[in-house]
């Protein structure tokens, strides 16, 4: 949304002061240290200020603006991320600049979020509603058919259509290019598109009158699904956390985490939880790995951290199979240091969606204790 409203102001204002040029490239800078996608449109953001000023004398300011905002901002936020994760890059740079020990990993993991959808329905229509299993209950995360609007324009008026036009066509070719194919990553281009049409003529308004309103509908759907849950668990909750238990992924699950271990240990996990008040190694990571070095680290950071509990789910730890990126299966070295089995619990799946749709789902895990002095090899 940060992105939105300053394209659109740069969109309709001829001119910028030196103020406004800080806030515009503050406010780019600071959507890029989140996700690929915002960085690629931020990327083409600053590209459409540059054309629509033309103004070559604030081209010093700019660049003594971005050179303030890197030293201060910027290069922290890249020290962090080389320290903690090998590299101050995305994961998708490190496939062309050759940078970090891990730089496989990294590989394995873009093209993983790459490739991840969870729609039947193919690109680009999938965009646009969401079937998965047999179900359309994750309509919500689609665009609506709001997109229907355009076949009513009569005529376009805008002055700033070029402009709108190579924003679309250069962040729908690079979206396509570096991320998934799912609706929120194209949630930008398609507002963006949306200005096309309120400055155009628009024929048998009556009836996109109607498409609007069925749009609506679905947003107030996205609604009932999102708002009732956030304001449950957040205002409306009780000493026993009944909504969060209800609502939130694994939050039942994890509480009980907590009183088996307690805090501030380091805990096998297959997938990390906010909630959680340990240290969670995740198991979702080898699938990641494709190459010995790799596991050989992955083993490494176990030992080093005397890693104390295994949390299974939904089956014994000898009955996990481990498959990394290239499809190989390697032994399963959990089992031999996990052999003090001590208890098991379950819980039903906490979803959102149980505000509007019939969803039973449990959960069970496999508790297990490390043998002392046990090491990974």
């Not at 194209?186 to 009836?207: M, R, V, W």
Request: with cysteine; aromatic share 22%; glycine share 2%.
């Amino acid at each position: 949304m940060i992105q939105f409203l300053t394209f659109i102001y740069i969109l309709y204002n001829e001119s910028f002061s030196k103020k406004e040029y800080s806030i515009i490239i503050t406010a780019l800078v600071f959507t890029i240290t989140f996700k690929l996608n915002f960085i690629l449109s931020a990327i083409l953001i600053f590209i459409t200020l540059l054309y629509k000023n033309k103004n070559f004398k604030h081209l010093i300011f700019i660049f003594k603006i971005c050179l303030i905002i890197f030293l201060f901002f910027l290069l922290p936020h890249f020290v962090f991320k080389t320290f903690y994760f090998d590299s101050p890059f995305p994961p998708f740079l490190n496939q062309f600049l050759d940078f970090g020990t891990s730089e496989n990993l990294y590989h394995s993991f873009s093209n993983e979020l790459k490739d991840w959808k969870k729609n039947s329905i193919p690109f680009p229509l999938g965009l646009f509603i969401n079937y998965f299993n047999g179900s359309f209950s994750s309509v919500h995360n689609s665009l609506g058919i709001g997109i229907l609007s355009f076949i009513f324009i009569k005529k376009i008026n805008t002055n700033n259509f070029k402009i709108i036009v190579f924003f679309l066509i250069g962040i729908i070719s690079l979206n396509f290019l570096f991320v998934q194919q799912t609706p929120r990553f194209y949630f930008l281009p398609y507002l963006i598109s949306l200005l096309i049409i309120f400055e155009a003529k628009i024929k048998n308004q009556s009836f996109l009158k109607k498409i609007i309103f069925i749009q609506y509908i679905f947003t107030l759907l996205s609604m009932l699904i999102l708002a009732p849950v956030s304001i449950s668990t957040s205002f409306l909750d009780n000493k026993m956390n009944n909504y969060k238990k209800e609502f939130i992924f694994r939050y039942e699950a994890f509480q009980k985490i907590n009183e088996i271990v307690g805090e501030d240990q380091f805990i096998i996990v297959d997938v990390p939880n906010y909630y959680s008040k340990n240290f969670e190694i995740s198991t979702m990571i080898l699938e990641y790995i494709s190459n010995e070095q790799e596991l050989k680290n992955y083993k490494n950071y176990l030992n080093q951290n005397d890693v104390s509990y295994f949390f299974s789910v939904n089956n014994p730890i000898e009955k996990n199979i481990y498959i990394n990126r290239n499809g190989i299966k390697f032994d399963n070295f959990f089992s031999k240091c996990f052999e003090e089995f001590i208890e098991k619990f379950s819980f039903e799946a906490a979803n959102r969606k149980k505000i509007l749709f019939n969803f039973n789902k449990k959960i069970t895990y496999y508790v297990y204790k490390k043998t002392k002095g046990c090491k990974f090899d």
